[in-house]
C-alpha cells in the first residue's frame, strides 16, 4: 500500500511564497506521474501541476508562479509557490500513480490535504 505526506501549507500574505512538498512510501516500485491539485468549498478539485518522466504540466493559473519539481530518489514532489494571491487560498492535495493503467498492479493515491491560505 502507497501512502503520501505532505507538508508545507500555512498562512501567507499576498505575494509571498510557499513550498508544498509531498512524499510516497510503502510499497513502491515505480512511480508514473505525481501532481498537485487544490479544492475550496463548494468547488471541485482542480489539477494545479503535475509531473511526469520530467515534463511539468501546469494548469493557467499556475503558469508563471507556480514550479513543480521531483525528487524521484525520496519518491518526493514539490510545488514552489510564488507570487500567492487570495485566490490560490485553498487545501492542497498531492496526487500520484504507478504500475501500468487498467493492470491488477496499478494504483492511485491522494494524500490527506494541506491548507494554504493567502490573506493579509
Known amino acids: 500500500q502507497v501512502q503520501l505526506v505532505e507538508s508545507g501549507g500555512g498562512l501567507v500574505q499576498p505575494g509571498g511564497s510557499l513550498r508544498l512538498s509531498c512524499t510516497a512510501s510503502?510499497?513502491?516500485?515505480?512511480?508514473?506521474?505525481m501532481g498537485w491539485y487544490r479544492q475550496v468549498p463548494g468547488k471541485q478539485r482542480e489539477l494545479v501541476a503535475r509531473?511526469?518522466?520530467?515534463?511539468?504540466y501546469y494548469a493557467d493559473s499556475a503558469k508563471g508562479r507556480f514550479t513543480i519539481s521531483r525528487d524521484n530518489a525520496k519518491n518526493t514532489v514539490y510545488l514552489q509557490m510564488n507570487s500567492l494571491k487570495p485566490e490560490d487560498t485553498a487545501v492542497y492535495y498531492c496526487?500520484?500513480?504507478?504500475?501500468?493503467?487498467?493492470?491488477?498492479?496499478?494504483?492511485?493515491?491522494w494524500g490527506q490535504g494541506t491548507l494554504v491560505t493567502v490573506s493579509s
Open positions: 510503502g510499497s513502491i516500485t515505480s512511480i508514473n506521474i
Open positions: 509531473i511526469f518522466s520530467g515534463s511539468p
Open positions: 496526487n500520484a500513480d504507478g504500475g501500468i493503467p487498467h493492470s491488477d498492479g496499478y494504483w492511485e493515491v
